[in-house]
Nanobody
Framework: QVQLVESGGGLVQAGGSLRLSCAAS????????MAWFRQAPGKEREFVAR????????YYADSAKERFTISRDSAENAVYLQMNSLKPEDTAVYYC??????????????????WGRGTQVTVSS
């Protein structure tokens, strides 16, 4: 069992930045690849970014490339999402997820075993 708790969401103006954090507890953090998903009102949950168990490989949705950076800190049992140049369309609840799959291009929600409760990100225009 793994518990995931997100933090760092908030209200920011377009063009601004936010850093989301996800604290993991329970099973060995290094056993899991980690990812961020998001869900806007009335829309399906969508993949944002993923990082491998070692942290050496990352994968991004097209919407996140060159603006968002995913990272992890094994000492802190945490994963982060640095979001720059935010746009109103980035407004969503952002979820942290953990997966035992080694497939770096795992972008579907069903490929993830554990989820946090989410943190709201609102970008005003």
């Amino acid at each position: 069992q793994v518990q995931l708790v997100e933090s760092g969401g908030g209200l920011v103006q377009a063009g601004g930045s936010l850093r989301l954090s996800c604290a993991a507890s329970g099973r060995t953090f290094s056993s899991f690849a980690m990812a961020w998903f998001r869900q806007a009102p009335g829309k399906e949950r969508e993949f944002v970014a993923r990082i491998s168990r070692t942290g050496l490989s990352t994968y991004y949705a097209d919407s996140a490339k060159e603006r968002f950076t995913i990272s992890r800190d094994s000492a802190e049992n945490a994963v982060y999402l640095q979001m720059n140049s935010l746009k109103p369309e980035d407004t969503a609840v952002y979820y942290c997820a953990a997966s035992t799959s080694i497939r770096i291009a795992a972008t579907q929600a069903y490929e993830y075993d554990y989820w946090g409760r989410g943190t709201q990100v609102t970008v005003s225009s």
